[in-house]
């Protein structure tokens, strides 16, 4: 205490001379980290806590109880019993599963293929790229109603056309057995240009000199791609996977605009299971959701980018 | 030679067909039935408006429901425009701290940051404290809400881009008897203008667009935003599709502007992550 918070003059004087050079760089090393007030974090942390770190906690124990938002009713893994007996709702965590995996994958090779395509020498390379992307920006409710439209089984312009050629016309958004591949894949229409973008600035990325290095030694379009561009946007591949996979698994909106779950209950997923609970005013069994989709999520997720990361650390 | 450019023009030329079927048609029936008469449109054919009324439902769509498209525009507007700011500032902030300050919390800050990416929002409990705190079904709750899930994404834009910019600046400010408070706002933010131009345009978008959060944080007709307005209209109009499309019409200008004046941004935003993964 005596050294650092000198009481007379003499002791703060033979302090700096004992001290010397050493103590002054680091009172200016200190100085210059304290440019940085660690306040300036507060007001984000405030806001993380109280909006999103309480709520995803508190989900936990909410989720054990029958819930009305102002009393709780301790009834154990009731929810969760009933989440996984009930073959409306349990079906929803595999939809959920495939619809991810589906679009994830389809989204990674039709992303690459395009990306391919407009990184490479082609006629209208700027409108292409435009026009790939423009629906990313667009209202997914707009989008659903679009295809509501589009794919109606009777009206529709979809089954007009194929009727033309003498098709068959199935109803995209009412076989149980066709409505959560048709949203996916009006998913990857909307979507795609979030993983060809990334993927187009993964292979502009690469530098030119291996390309020419490798056509000098002699090697085809083939070679080129599997043991250059495929192996060196690795980057923009976990990027792509690992985004498609967290919106996938989490997709609601799309959902809702489209089928709202049905026919039936062949197309819901965890968010519109979640959904549908709240507005039924089942608080408890709604947040038993949420926690199945958190859990999900963060099992999928959490293995998933550190092997993702890993394998880019290694080449 | 010729040979690569015969085959750029005809790969080119399908990808074009292919794009105007997949991409362009689909458009071009939005804006066809946005100009159709109520019949013409419940037929849902693609094909040219028997009469061409774009005008007249435009206007019906903006009186239709007491000009609950007005109010919905002028929500939505606040709303983007209050949890981007929020945004800007929260994370710039955040994130200069985070980028220069060496701590033993770095690896726990950057955790939590991921998470806030990855982990779905637990909906009833976010409405449980809102309500505890008097904000559930108003505005300023709403701007706090989307402000808080952008905040983690807006983060790792600004410390990604606070690596360009020199240390040896604050030193000289500082020098030169700068404050703390006053190094940030007067010499460090306007360092960041490109990063943040990227942060408002990307965020604005996602805001503008978004339906699940105003669908569960902030319901009622006197709150309603644009995305929800479509929803209310898809409901109840199913006989208007004409005006339903004149909707989606009217909600599709905003980022259709955003993208042709900032697109360099968007692009920029979205593949921040891509090369470094």
Same mark, same amino acid.
């Given at each position: 205490m005596?050294?650092?918070n000198?009481?007379?003059?003499?002791?703060?004087?033979d302090a700096?001379?004992q001290?010397?050079?050493?103590?002054?760089?680091?009172?200016r090393?200190?100085k210059i980290?304290s440019?940085?007030?660690?306040?300036?974090?507060?007001?984000a942390?405030?806001?993380y806590?109280i909006?999103?770190a309480?709520?995803?906690?508190?989900?936990?124990?909410?989720?054990l109880?029958?819930?009305?938002?102002f009393d709780?009713?301790?009834?154990?893994?009731?929810?969760?019993v009933q989440?996984?007996?009930d073959?409306?709702l349990?079906?929803?965590f595999?939809?959920?599963l495939?619809?991810?995996?589906l679009?994830?994958a389809t989204?990674?090779?039709?992303?690459?293929?395009l990306?391919l395509?407009?990184?490479g020498?082609v006629?209208?390379r700027?409108?292409?790229r435009a026009?790939v992307?423009?629906?990313? !920006?667009?209202?997914?409710?707009?989008?659903g109603?679009?295809?509501?439209?589009?794919?109606?089984p009777?009206?529709?312009?979809?089954?007009?056309?194929?009727?033309l050629f003498g098709?068959?016309?199935p109803?995209?958004f009412?076989?149980?057995?066709?409505a959560?591949y048709?949203i996916a894949g009006v998913d990857i229409?909307k979507g795609v240009?979030?993983a060809?973008?990334i993927f187009m600035a993964?292979i502009?990325a690469?530098p030119?000199?291996y390309?020419e290095?490798?056509?000098?030694?002699?090697?085809?379009y083939?070679?080129? !791609?599997?043991r250059i561009?495929?192996?060196l946007s690795r980057?923009?591949?976990?990027?792509?996977?690992? !985004?498609?996979?967290?919106?996938g698994?989490?997709s609601?909106e799309i959902?809702?605009?489209?089928t709202g779950g049905?026919?039936?209950?062949?197309?819901?997923?965890?968010a519109?299971?979640?959904?549908?609970?709240?507005?039924a005013?089942?608080?408890?069994?709604?947040?038993?959701?949420?926690?199945?989709?958190?859990?999900?999520v963060?099992?999928?997720?959490?293995p998933?980018s550190?092997?993702?990361?890993?394998?880019?650390?290694?080449? | 030679?010729?040979?690569?450019r015969?085959?750029?023009?005809?790969v080119?030329g &399908?990808?074009i067909f292919?794009s105007i079927v997949?991409f362009l048609?689909?458009?071009a029936?939005?804006v066809?039935q946005?100009a159709?008469s109520?019949?013409?449109?419940?037929?849902?054919?693609?094909?040219w408006p028997k009469?061409?009324?774009?005008?007249d439902?435009l206007i019906?769509? &903006?009186?239709?429901?007491?000009g609950?498209?007005?109010?919905?525009?002028?929500?939505?507007?606040?709303l983007?425009?209050g949890?981007?700011?929020?945004m800007v500032?929260l994370a710039?902030?955040?994130?200069y701290v985070l980028?220069?300050?060496?701590?033993?919390w770095?690896?726990?800050?950057n955790f939590f =940051?991921l998470?806030?990416?990855i982990?779905?929002p637990?909906v009833?409990p976010t409405?449980?404290?809102?309500q505890? &705190?008097?904000l559930?079904?108003?505005?300023p709750g709403m701007?706090l809400i989307?402000?808080?899930f952008?905040l983690?994404f807006?983060i790792?834009?600004?410390?990604?881009f606070f690596?360009?910019?020199?240390r040896?600046l604050?030193?000289?400010?500082v020098?030169?008897?700068?404050?703390r408070?006053?190094l940030?706002f007067?010499v460090?933010?306007?360092?960041?203008r490109p990063?943040?131009?990227?942060?408002i345009?990307v965020q604005?978008?996602?805001?503008?667009?978004?339906?699940a959060?105003p669908l569960y944080f902030?319901?009622?007709s006197d709150n309603?935003?644009v995305q929800?307005?479509?929803y209310t209209?898809?409901g109840?109009?199913l006989s208007?599709y004409?005006l339903l499309?004149?909707?989606?019409l &009217?909600?599709t200008?905003?980022?259709? =502007?955003?993208?042709?004046?900032?697109?360099r941004q968007i692009i920029a935003?979205?593949?921040?992550?891509?090369v470094?993964?």
């Amino acid at each position: 205490m005596s050294t650092a918070n000198p009481t007379t003059t003499a002791q703060a004087a033979d302090a700096i001379v004992q001290g010397g050079a050493e103590r002054r760089t680091e009172q200016r090393r200190r100085k210059i980290t304290s440019f940085y007030p660690t306040w300036f974090f507060i007001p984000a942390l405030a806001l993380y806590v109280i909006f999103f770190a309480i709520p995803t906690i508190s989900s936990f124990y909410f989720s054990l109880t029958r819930w009305s938002l102002f009393d709780s009713q301790f009834i154990g893994f009731a929810n969760y019993v009933q989440f996984f007996q009930d073959p409306q709702l349990y079906t929803s965590f595999i939809h959920t599963l495939i619809y991810a995996f589906l679009t994830s994958a389809t989204k990674v090779v039709l992303g690459f293929l395009l990306a391919l395509l407009l990184t490479g020498p082609v006629v209208g390379r700027g409108y292409l790229r435009a026009v790939v992307f423009f629906p990313v !920006l667009l209202s997914t409710i707009g989008v659903g109603i679009l295809f509501k439209s589009l794919l109606d089984p009777f009206h529709g312009m979809v089954n007009g056309v194929l009727g033309l050629f003498g098709l068959p016309q199935p109803g995209w958004f009412t076989d149980p057995n066709l409505a959560l591949y048709t949203i996916a894949g009006v998913d990857i229409w909307k979507g795609v240009g979030i993983a060809t973008l990334i993927f187009m600035a993964g292979i502009v990325a690469i530098p030119q000199e291996y390309f020419e290095a490798a056509r000098i030694d002699g090697a085809g379009y083939r070679q080129i !791609l599997r043991r250059i561009t495929i192996p060196l946007s690795r980057g923009a591949t976990a990027t792509v996977i690992i !985004l498609s996979l967290i919106g996938g698994l989490r997709s609601f909106e799309i959902i809702w605009a489209t089928t709202g779950g049905g026919p039936g209950f062949t197309s819901d997923v965890i968010a519109s299971v979640i959904y549908k609970q709240y507005q039924a005013g089942f608080y408890g069994l709604s947040t038993a959701g949420n926690v199945v989709l958190f859990l999900v999520v963060t099992i999928i997720m959490v293995p998933l980018s550190y092997v993702l990361n890993r394998k880019q650390v290694e080449l | 030679m010729n040979a690569a450019r015969t085959r750029s023009w005809i790969v080119g030329g &399908l990808a074009i067909f292919v794009s105007i079927v997949v991409f362009l048609v689909p458009l071009a029936f939005v804006v066809l039935q946005a100009a159709k008469s109520p019949d013409d449109a419940s037929s849902l054919a693609f094909s040219w408006p028997k009469q061409w009324m774009f005008f007249d439902n435009l206007i019906a769509v &903006l009186q239709s429901n007491d000009g609950l498209i007005w109010r919905a525009f002028f929500n939505s507007f606040v709303l983007t425009v209050g949890s981007v700011l929020l945004m800007v500032i929260l994370a710039a902030m955040a994130g200069y701290v985070l980028a220069r300050k060496r701590s033993k919390w770095g690896p726990v800050v950057n955790f939590f =940051v991921l998470a806030g990416l990855i982990v779905p929002p637990a909906v009833v409990p976010t409405i449980w404290v809102l309500q505890g &705190l008097g904000l559930y079904k108003t505005m300023p709750g709403m701007i706090l809400i989307e402000t808080t899930f952008g905040l983690s994404f807006s983060i790792l834009l600004f410390r990604a881009f606070f690596g360009t910019v020199p240390r040896e600046l604050d030193e000289a400010a500082v020098l030169d008897g700068a404050g703390r408070v006053r190094l940030f706002f007067q010499v460090i933010l306007p360092l960041l203008r490109p990063v943040i131009v990227t942060v408002i345009v990307v965020q604005s978008v996602f805001v503008f667009n978004d339906f699940a959060g105003p669908l569960y944080f902030l319901p009622g007709s006197d709150n309603a935003t644009v995305q929800t307005t479509l929803y209310t209209f898809a409901g109840q109009n199913l006989s208007f599709y004409n005006l339903l499309f004149m909707d989606i019409l &009217l909600i599709t200008i905003p980022p259709l =502007v955003a993208y042709i004046f900032f697109n360099r941004q968007i692009i920029a935003g979205i593949t921040s992550g891509a090369v470094k993964g």
